[in-house]
C-alpha cells in the first residue's frame, strides 16, 4: 500500500465523519438527557461573528464533498444549508458519506497536478490538486469539525478525544 | 510531483506551524493593545476539564515534532513543556519548525508501512506509518491548532481564517 491521492482524501472523510455521527449523537442524547433545548446547541457561537454549530457542520461536510468532487474532476452537487435539528445534523452526514463513498480510487488517483478552479465571485483561484487537498481541503475541514467538537464540550457535552479521531 | 509520506507531512507542518506564529503574534499584540494580561488567554481553557492554551500549543508541536521523528523512524527529542508567556510559545513554535526542517523526503518517504510503537505507561499500540499519520498525526496536530485559535477568537483577539490556513 502506497499513499495516493485518494488514501489521503476520501477514506481520511469517512472514518471522520462517521466519528463525527458519534459526537452528534452524544450531542442529542446530552440535550434530552438535560433537557436543554437543542437548538441552544445547534445555535451556539463560540464568538458572536463566527459560523454557529449548524453551519460548522455544514461547512465541513462541504469541504468533504466538493473537495472529494473537484480532485475527480466532477462538479459537486449544491446541498441546501437548512438543518435545524440533530436528527436533520446526522442525515446530512451520512449522505455526504454516501456521496464521498461513490468515488473510487481511480478518479482521484493522479489528481496532483489537476488543475482545480475555484470561481468566487468575479475572481477565481486556481490551484494544483496536490495543494487545493493538502493546503485548503484537509485543514478547512478538520478547522470545522474541531470547532463543532469544542462548541460542545464548550456547552458541558462528554465527549472525550476518542470520540473526534476515532479509534 | 506525485504525493509522498514526505509531502503529506513535513511541508504542511512548517506551513500551519509558520500561520501559528502569526496567529500567536496577534495575540501578543491584542492583549498588549488591550492591556489584558497575557496569561489570562494563555490559561484559558474552553472547559474547565480541556488543555489550557499554552498546553494546546505544546501538544500542536509535538504531535508535529514526534509524528515526523517517528515515521522517520528516529527517536523525538524531549521537550519541556514550561511555556508561559506569548514570545516563549513563539519561540516553542519556531524551533519545532526548524527540528521538523531538518528531515530529508528519504527519511520519511516510503514510511508507509513502517512499525511505529507508542508505548502508554504498561501499554503499546503498533501503528503502520500511513495510518499513524493519517489517522493520529494530521488530526491530532489540527485539533490542537483549531482550538487554540478557538480559545483566542472566543476572547475576542481579531483573527480570520487566512490566519489559519494561510494564503
Known amino acids: ?34 433537557k436543554i433545548d437543542p437548538a441552544v446547541l445547534i445555535n451556539f457561537r463560540l464568538y458572536p461573528d463566527m459560523f454557529a454549530f449548524a453551519k460548522q457542520i455544514q461547512v465541513a461536510v462541504d469541504a468533504a464533498k466538493n473537495g472529494t468532487a473537484r480532485l475527480a474532476g466532477v462538479e459537486p452537487p ?22 464521498v463513498e461513490t468515488f473510487k480510487p481511480e478518479q482521484i488517483d493522479g489528481s496532483e497536478e489537476r488543475e482545480i478552479v475555484l470561481k468566487r465571485g468575479e475572481t477565481s483561484n486556481t490551484y494544483l490538486g496536490q495543494a487545493f487537498l493538502l493546503n485548503r481541503v484537509i485543514p478547512n475541514f478538520y478547522f470545522h469539525i474541531t470547532t463543532a467538537y469544542d462548541i460542545l464540550r464548550h456547552n458541558g457535552v462528554e465527549l472525550g478525544k476518542k470520540d473526534y479521531i476515532g479509534r
Do not use: C
Open 78 to 99: 449544491e446541498v441546501e444549508n437548512n438543518e435545524k435539528t440533530f436528527p436533520e445534523l446526522i442525515e446530512r452526514v451520512k449522505k455526504t458519506i454516501a456521496y
Open 1 to 34: 500500500m502506497s499513499i495516493s491521492m485518494y488514501q489521503s482524501s476520501v477514506p481520511v472523510f469517512i472514518r471522520m465523519l462517521n466519528n463525527l455521527v458519534g459526537v452528534l449523537e452524544k450531542a442529542a442524547a446530552h440535550a434530552e438527557a438535560k
